[in-house]
């Protein structure tokens, strides 16, 4: 009989399944939107991001390090404002990240319309997301493979994406450097920030990563910094390669993109066009699992005797389950890929804040670390309520 630390995941499966979490959940849905509402500039947003994602990693893999225990989000934010706070740190987060996966679910529909167009974009992505969540009921020992095999193919496309523009690479395309001025880099930048959500999800893994003390903040830092240089090389070559008139839609699939300033490599396009699949798959993968994980762990804090008792019997299927339930929801009920990113935005930043404050309560750790990933905090949530309040006058008006 296996024993119990078999079913552990090691730390290198930890900072694939970040990796998988993050890249698919914006990279392939944000160069479009950085380019058509920044130009070139968009270059130097993403490299500003990095380094403020970084700093919210850093902080909150020391937080992670501090207080490691099953929970995540709720043991942090509950250091400081009890039991309410950290209920409300935890929700914040399955709720943003949820939302999240609505989008993917539907940008999963897109890409795979070309190969069966018979059936419409949302009834592809519904299908998607049922299928994916009946895969994560199987259990850890195909999550694991899956997620090998997975990162393979979500760095494909990266990669060959880097190469093949790096070739056609043009300085004059970065020519003018701010064509559109100062005033979209709000919208450019919430788009970037979306695409590094996915790295704490090792946090919300705890109960099944070797070594949870020592692995979780590496998993958690390690993943942002492969992604975050990857993520760079990947729009840079993008911009360079491609004249910004073709980036006229900030909704664009990146295979569009590509089709149109390589028109004559339709079988590496191709390729990479399945491999985008594989990629967004990954992440809704990653993220359906981590979350079903996080929600068992949720279920242990419960104080309400009767929320206690009608949650004692959620078993770790019956989890998976209602987090598909939740991911269907944002999937049926929203149709803006802009209030899409400003409402995950808004609530997986918060479940960040309110994490990160625990270490102001700690002297010793009232550094420069915890300050700037607060301040990096901050910033990203003043531009996820600009987004809501802005789409919303929208819808209203």
């Not at 296996?2 to 970040?18: N, Q, W």
């Not at 929970?71 to 942090?76: K, L």
């Not at 519904?126 to 760095?155: D, F, W, Y």
Request: a positive charge; hydrophobic letters at 55%; one cysteine or more.
């Amino acid at each position: 009989m296996a024993s119990s630390h078999d079913t552990k995941i090691s730390l290198p499966i930890a900072v694939i399944i970040g990796m998988n979490a993050m890249i698919g959940a914006g990279i392939f849905t944000a160069p479009a939107a950085i380019a058509s509402y920044a130009g070139p500039m968009g270059i130097a947003i993403y490299l500003c991001v990095v380094m403020a994602a970084l700093f919210l990693a850093l902080a909150l893999a020391r937080v992670a390090a501090l207080f490691p225990q099953e929970g995540s989000f709720y043991v942090y934010a509950s250091q400081w404002g009890g039991h309410t706070v950290g209920i409300i740190a935890s929700w914040a987060y399955v709720i943003g990240l949820t939302t999240a996966m609505g989008l993917l679910s539907r940008v999963a529909g897109l890409y795979l319309q070309p190969f069966f167009p018979d059936y419409s974009a949302h009834t592809l992505g519904l299908i998607t997301l049922v299928s994916l969540t009946a895969l994560n009921m199987v259990g850890i020992t195909l999550s694991e493979l899956g997620q090998q095999v997975l990162i393979v193919c979500t760095t494909f496309p990266i990669i060959a994406t880097i190469i093949l523009c790096f070739s056609k690479a043009q300085v004059t395309n970065l020519i003018p450097f701010a064509p559109y001025g100062f005033t979209n880099i709000f919208k450019a930048t919430r788009a970037v920030i979306f695409g590094f959500f996915g790295f704490e999800c090792a946090a919300s893994l705890f109960a099944i990563v070797r070594d949870p003390e020592r692995n979780v903040p590496r998993a958690i830092t390690s993943s942002v910094i492969l992604v975050g240089i990857l993520y760079t090389l990947f729009v840079a070559s993008l911009i360079l390669s491609t004249p910004l008139q073709f980036f006229s839609n900030p909704h664009m699939l990146i295979s569009d993109i590509l089709q149109a300033t390589f028109p004559n490599n339709s079988w590496l396009l191709k390729a990479i066009h399945i491999s985008i699949l594989s990629a967004i798959f990954g992440t809704l993968h990653s993220m359906i699992w981590s979350l079903s994980a996080l929600l068992i762990a949720l279920t242990h804090k419960l104080k309400s005797k009767t929320a206690r008792a009608l949650t004692a019997h959620i078993s770790p299927r019956m989890a998976v389950l209602l987090v598909g339930a939740i991911i269907f929801i944002s999937f049926s009920t929203l149709n803006h890929m802009d209030l899409f990113f400003s409402l995950t935005n808004l609530g997986v930043v918060s479940a960040f804040l309110l994490s990160i404050i625990t270490l102001l309560t700690i002297k010793k750790e009232r550094t420069i670390s915890t300050f700037l990933g607060i301040f990096a905090a901050l910033t990203f949530l003043f531009f996820a309520l600009e987004g809501v309040i802005l789409e919303l006058n929208k819808l209203i008006y």
